[in-house]
């Protein structure tokens, strides 16, 4: 009996330091697999692109020298102790703020996403160039002023400031902002929903449409300031988006036509026809829900909204972040920021054109009403998924507690048994020691 109980106790011991085994092989060569890859992830190249404190501090002394062209301001905001500000420059040589309202007026985000450094790096290029310090080639200066005499430019160099200092603190595939919220799913329109391949880590909208100070303060800065044209620009792919992002519905009439023609404008010049054009939700295979593209559109009435993408390394690993978003090349650099600074220049001197040379009346009576809504009760729900990620990841760790302490009685149990019969064993009489 007793040996029974003993084989039966041995034979799960066996089992139980295999799985073990199994457990740490498995961590093992995740770990080796892991540091393989560690190895093989580019870093990011400071000889072609600027910290991000070396970034403002250039732009902030670009305005400095050019105040009669170039103003800044820093605008923040707060939420539940993570605070967040942005630098918007704003290019317009009239003083008077209602001069600047019958002006045409463009509102450029770069840098929503942190891992994106090329973009912030195309804002400081396009600055660089309308403060007259760098020249756009094939470009004659008299031209060029014609068309800017005509716009107001708002540049918002990098709207993610936070998330960008986890970047060069070495995690180099992060997005989302300081505190973990994609900032290009936490706004109101279509808000929250979820597709089958979600993954937090990517694309979590943060636990209320704006909650995020940072989607605040640009929400705010586009409702006072009424864009004519927005542009959000990323990397990752090169591409042209119009709304919608988080429905495949394109859009018809006069804004389809008045986009349409827009972008292909720009893909036939700037992009030599390999750009995709097209409603973001249409194209991309996913849908995006809670994008700042699709509420310029649909709530601020923003008449030409868009995003784009204007750099992507496809043969790059996906853990290789910095090289899948970021040229890191001299030649790649600056080929991508010499195209997409023309690209600009191309769309200011085509806004009139689409938009008409007066600035039409925006839909303003539809953002009182936005502002009540974030007040009241959406600010209280919770985010729900977030929650489910939490208990699932509570009970893994409480199983793993069980197993290990488990494991850790079998072995003593084990310990006892082979002591007790090692002991029998001393007290045996030995049968030499029987005299003849
Ligand atoms: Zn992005």
Redesign the pocket.
């Known amino acids: 009996m007793a040996l029974s109980v003993f084989l039966l106790l041995s034979i799960s011991i066996c089992y139980l330091v295999f799985l073990q085994d199994l457990l740490l092989s498995v961590n093992a060569s995740n770990a080796q697999s892991h540091n393989l890859t560690q190895n093989s992830v580019t870093p990011i190249n400071y000889d072609l692109y600027r910290s991000s404190r070396n970034l403002m501090g250039e732009i902030r002394a670009l305005v400095r020298r050019h105040p009669d062209k170039l103003t800044m301001e820093t605008l923040k905001a707060a939420n539940k102790g993570y605070g967040a500000q942005i630098t918007v420059v704003t290019y317009g040589k009239e003083k008077e703020e209602k001069d600047k309202r019958s002006k045409l007026r463009i509102l450029l985000s770069f840098g929503?996403?942190g891992r994106?450094l090329i973009t912030t790096e195309l804002a400081l290029r396009i600055l660089s160039i309308l403060s007259e310090e760098k020249l756009l080639p094939g470009m004659d200066q008299a031209s060029l002023n014609s068309v800017l005499d005509k716009l107001v430019i708002k540049v918002v160099p990098m709207e993610n400031p936070n998330g960008r200092k986890v970047v060069e603190g070495g995690d180099l595939c992060e997005?989302r902002n300081g505190r973990g919220v994609d900032l290009?799913r936490n706004w109101s329109v279509d808000w929250g929903k979820k597709e089958k391949d979600y993954d937090p880590y990517e694309e979590n909208p943060g636990v209320a449409p704006f909650s995020e100070p940072e989607s605040q303060i640009m929400r705010k800065l586009a409702i006072s300031f009424e864009p004519h044209l927005w542009v959000n620009v990323?990397?990752?792919m090169e591409a042209l988006f119009m709304p919608y992002d988080h429905k495949n519905t394109t859009l018809d009439g006069l804004p389809l036509k008045r986009m349409k023609s827009f972008l292909e404008e720009v893909n036939h010049h700037h992009c030599q026809e390999r750009c995709m054009i097209g409603s973001g939700g249409g194209l991309v295979g996913y849908f995006a829900h809670g994008t700042a593209t699709d509420f310029m559109y649909d709530v601020v009435g923003v008449p030409m909204a868009f995003t784009f993408e204007i750099y992507g390394d496809g043969t790059a690993s996906s853990k290789d972040c910095f090289k899948m978003f970021n040229p890191t090349d001299p030649a790649a650099y600056n080929r991508v920021l010499s195209d997409w600074s023309a690209t600009f220049f191309t769309i200011f001197k085509l806004v009139p054109l689409q938009i008409g040379e007066k600035a039409p009346i925006l839909k303003l009576e539809k953002l009182v009403s936005i502002d009540e809504y974030l007040d009241g009760y959406l600010m209280e729900r919770r985010n729900r998924y977030g929650k489910k990620m939490e208990v699932l990841e509570l009970g893994m760790q409480e199983i793993r507690t069980y197993f290990r302490l488990f494991l850790l009685s079998s072995v003593l149990l084990l310990f006892m048994f082979c002591s007790r019969i090692s002991k029998s064993k001393c007290s045996r009489p030995l049968v030499s020691s029987i005299p003849l």
Request: hydrophobic share 0%; aromatic share 0%.
């Open positions: 929503q996403h994106e997005r290009n990323h990397s990752g």
